[in-house]
């Protein structure tokens, strides 16, 4: 079955480091790749997608190539700030996606220090 | 416009004793998903609701799971008998699946404890 695995945390960085958080995913087919954010107290929200292969995803700085030769999605940002820090969650689903639930990776804890 | 919500944002119950767990969509969004997040881990999948058709159920860990949807809008989680491994943040999804969208939009989720 479809699985995603993501890199353990936390992962503590000090402001303005170069971030890059693991990604890759065993599914069948052409999935589209998501990653989702949690930031303390708050629900999970959409941080970027790629829905087909060499697509990248961008937002808030963050960015992520959907890699079909390595089944990857890694998630990467340039400069972080104390407010980047949130647990996030890679996570993959069919192209219709909106019929089937996603599969999430278990979400990487980063942790950003002034 | 509204989120998602789902009430209540806390629930502690007895083990044993019955909960009711309830997700309020998006205005139109015909796809519906309940999620369970243990401490420390992903994202399980439990059921999922699209439209009038039957729920998909394949996610659900016992028969003391269960849960409904009326129409397009409210659903309801119910946990029967709960156990202390029921404990665990539910979170609720919608999307719109009708237009081709990929993005699911989560509620703040109920943090259940089973005492």
């Known amino acids: 079955g479809d699985s995603v695995t993501q890199m353990e945390g936390p992962v503590t960085l000090s402001e303005e480091a170069f971030l890059t958080i693991n990604c890759t995913y065993t599914a069948t087919g052409y999935p589209s790749l998501f990653w989702y954010v949690q930031y303390p107290g708050e629900g999970l929200q959409l941080l970027l997608k790629a829905t087909k292969a060499d697509d990248k995803g961008s937002n808030k700085g963050f960015e992520a190539t959907y890699r079909k030769e390595t089944t990857s999605f890694h998630l990467e940002k340039g400069s972080v700030q104390v407010s980047d820090s949130a647990v996030y969650f890679c996570?993959?689903?069919?192209?219709?996606?909106?019929?089937?639930?996603?599969?999430f990776g278990s979400g990487t804890r980063l942790q950003v220090q002034p | 416009g509204a989120g998602v919500s789902q009430s209540p944002s806390n629930k502690v119950t007895e083990k044993g004793k019955d909960v009711e767990l309830r997700c309020d969509p998006i205005?139109?969004?015909?796809?519906l998903y309940w999620y369970r997040q243990r401490l420390g881990q992903g994202l399980e999948f439990l059921i999922y609701f699209q439209g009038n058709s039957a729920p998909d159920k394949s996610g659900l860990p016992s028969d003391r799971f269960s849960a409904e949807r009326t129409g397009e809008s409210v659903s309801t989680l119910t946990i029967q008998r709960t156990q202390q491994e029921d404990s665990a943040v539910y979170l609720c999804?919608?999307?719109?699946?009708?237009?081709?969208?990929?993005?699911?939009?989560f509620g703040p989720g109920t943090r259940l404890t089973v005492t």
């Open positions: 205005s139109g969004h015909t796809a």
């Open positions: 996570a993959l689903g069919p192209r219709d996606t909106g019929r089937r639930a996603l599969t």
């Open positions: 999804a919608s999307s719109d699946s009708t237009r081709g969208s990929y993005e699911q939009y």
